[in-house]
């Protein structure tokens, strides 16, 4: 117990040893507080209209304007900013569990490991955006759908770590050991290789969580993603574009909110590499 | 080397069958009728029937798959239901702005990375080499779209320094049409620059470290001539691999840049056949952009023969 929490304390402070980690997570922390605490902090409701508002520039009413229907964008950065976290959270989940099936399976079993190495490699021919554009369009655009469509585009990067990691794992003595102890081919599967390549799946898919907020902004912006009643940082902005010339301040915050949740989520996932595997640290 | 190449050539023929086998599955995904979808909720039940025999949907879902891989492994990717148009007519008049897009952004990217990723590896540390990674990560964290608009708003509008929008109308030239292309190039350059840094930077950082640098350095030789000579030399694997690997990025970047800039590609094609429910045009873009992207790859692990005679397949 002792050493667990000695090795817990050492990770943590490799992990924040870089500063720029630390800084990382901290903005992290206080975009995501900030957004799900949206119903307390939001400022005003963020779907009240008011047309006497339409287009107000930041101030003290408006502290980062009103948008076409006088609506406060504060507001709606926050209760947006749910939404594009949630997806990017579920995505990073949901294509992880995919991946990590898919990957053990290919990896443990030799017979299945041609095809679906050929069916990830199949899989990862298609651009991003463009294969989630295609499943969206036929799904249907909503939340979960948006989720589901991201989900299918990334768990093949998940499936393919996953796989080479378990090729590595399957040879060791001590998969051996288990395997003359008479442990199921499961609980090889689950207790010894899912449980020993773990930090390289939080690695991946922590940079998940930011491809995915990055692309379900895109996508939002296409006019392909989620109901575009429902405010996310990509719906802002594609709505905000028509006024970019009077009110050009309508796209920079919710790109600002983009960019910064993206780069402290790469950061994060860059310092824990680094920690998680010292051996994995590669000077990017 | 031979067997290789054959080897090589049959796995891509694989995973070629396999796109056709996932670009018709996504289709069929769809809940309920396709030809219903198709046509919107204001065609009548005859008019579904009549799409549905006409592309071939009330025949075994076998049938329509072998007839459908059939058909594409020889070029027919079937008919726009907008366009009324053979897929592969309209997605070859959209060509050009795409395929100019991608190589002028590819070329800028190329321009910017490879000097920065070298001497940021060269200068290992310092606040130039910081200042490079950081400025990459925050490129690669900017959603490209939100990039374009920014510039579209101050290079093109206000400051006038690009036209802002469009690819010059029907009867442009060729170097209006390319004009037009600079600004969404130089946006589409910057973001996909910041991988090639990144890699740039960590194969150079390997190749430094190696026996034959310090042996270079040993004997005398000046610097510029070992980084040009014999590291840059030896960098070029591992930045063919990632130029390979840019095109996905490309073309994920090519929608919606050219959707900010209205230019009549493939992207903006593609995003216009969603909102059609062109669903033939959704599936050939998927199926050539995919080819597309395995040729290439198989191209750069070729260029490795070339460009490397320890590669030894």
């Known amino acids: 117990m002792a050493a667990s929490s000695t090795q817990d304390a050492s990770f943590i402070d490799l992990l924040f040893s870089r500063r720029n980690v630390l800084i990382a997570a901290i903005l992290f922390v206080i975009i995501a507080v900030l957004c799900l ?31 076409a229907f006088g609506r406060d964008v504060a507001s709606r950065l926050l209760y947006a ?35 679906m190495s050929r069916l990830i490699d199949a899989m990862m021919a298609f651009p991003d955006i463009l294969l989630a554009i295609a499943l969206v369009s036929i799904l249907g655009g909503s939340m979960v759908n948006v989720m589901i469509a991201l989900s299918i ?25 288990a395997r003359a102890l008479g442990s199921s081919t499961w609980t090889i599967m689950t207790t010894h290789v899912l449980r020993n390549i773990l930090s390289p799946i939080i ?45 050009a301040f309508l796209i920079v915050f919710p790109g600002l909110a983009i960019s910064a949740s993206v780069l402290s989520l790469q950061l994060i996932g860059d310092g824990l590499r680094d920690a998680l595997d010292p051996r994995l640290a590669k000077d990017l | 080397m031979a067997v290789y190449i054959f080897k ?16 018709f599955v996504i ?18 039940a005859e008019d579904a029937a009549l799409l549905r025999t006409q592309l071939g949907l009330d025949r075994p879902i076998l049938v329509q798959y072998l007839t459908f891989v059939f058909n594409a492994v020889q070029g027919d990717l079937g008919n726009s239901i907008f366009f009324n148009q053979p897929v592969t007519q309209v997605l070859l008049g959209r060509a050009e702005p795409t395929i100019f897009l991608s190589l002028f952004s590819l070329l800028i990217a190329l321009v910017i990375a490879t000097p920065v990723g070298i001497y940021a590896a060269y200068r ?15 490129a690669a964290s900017i959603p490209s779209f939100w990039t374009g608009l920014m510039f579209q708003r101050y290079l093109a509008t206000e400051l006038g320094w690009f036209p802002a929008s469009g690819y010059g109308g029907p009867d442009a030239g060729f170097w209006v049409r390319m004009g037009h292309l600079a600004l969404p190039s130089i946006v589409l350059g910057i973001v996909n620059s910041a991988l090639i840094i990144r890699f740039t930077r960590a194969s150079m950082l390997d190749i430094l470290g190696e026996d034959y640098i310090r042996t270079a350095r040993s004997k005398g030789m000046g610097e510029r001539r070992v980084i040009l000579r014999h590291a840059l030399k030896n960098a070029a694997i591992p930045i063919i691999t990632v130029v390979g690997l840019t095109f996905a990025l490309l073309v994920s970047g090519a929608v919606v840049t050219e959707r900010v800039f209205n230019i009549p590609g493939m992207g903006n ?14 599936q050939g873009t998927l199926i050539v952009v995919a080819t597309l992207y395995v040729l290439i790859n198989l191209a750069t692990d070729l260029l490795y023969l070339l460009v490397d005679k320890r590669v030894k397949y």
């Open chain 2, 8 to 23: 090589r050539i049959l796995g891509l023929m694989v995973v070629i069958f396999l796109v056709l086998t996932i670009a």
């Open chain 1, 153 to 177: 585009v990334y768990a093949p990067r998940i499936a393919r770590i996953v796989r080479a990691s378990t090729l590595v794992i399957r040879e060791l003595p001590y998969v051996e050991a």
């Open chain 1, 81 to 115: 900013g749910r939404v594009s976290l949630t997806i990017g959270l579920g995505v990073a989940a949901f294509s992880s569990l995919i991946g990590i099936v898919i990957g053990l399976l290919a990896g443990f079993f030799r017979r299945l490991d041609a095809p």
């Open chain 1, 37 to 67: 605490a949206a119903p307390i902090v939001a400022p005003a409701d963020p779907f009240k209209m008011s047309v006497r508002a339409r287009l107000t520039e930041p101030g003290a009413q408006f502290w980062l304007g009103a948008d």
């Open chain 2, 27 to 44: 289709v069929r995904l769809a809940p309920g009728d396709p030809a219903a979808l198709m046509l919107g909720p204001e065609a009548s």
């Open chain 1, 203 to 247: 690695v991946q898919a922590t940079f998940i969580f930011a491809y995915a907020m990055l692309a379900e902004a895109g996508l939002s912006f296409l006019g392909v993603g989620v109901d575009p009643a429902t405010p996310t940082w990509g719906t802002m902005i594609n709505e905000g574009r028509q006024y970019i010339d009077q009110a």
């Open chain 2, 124 to 138: 290992r540390g310092s606040w130039l080499d910081q200042g490079a990674i950081s400025t990459a990560m925050l």
């Open chain 2, 269 to 282: 094609l593609i995003v216009s056949a969603v909102l059609r429910r062109d669903y033939p045009v959704i």
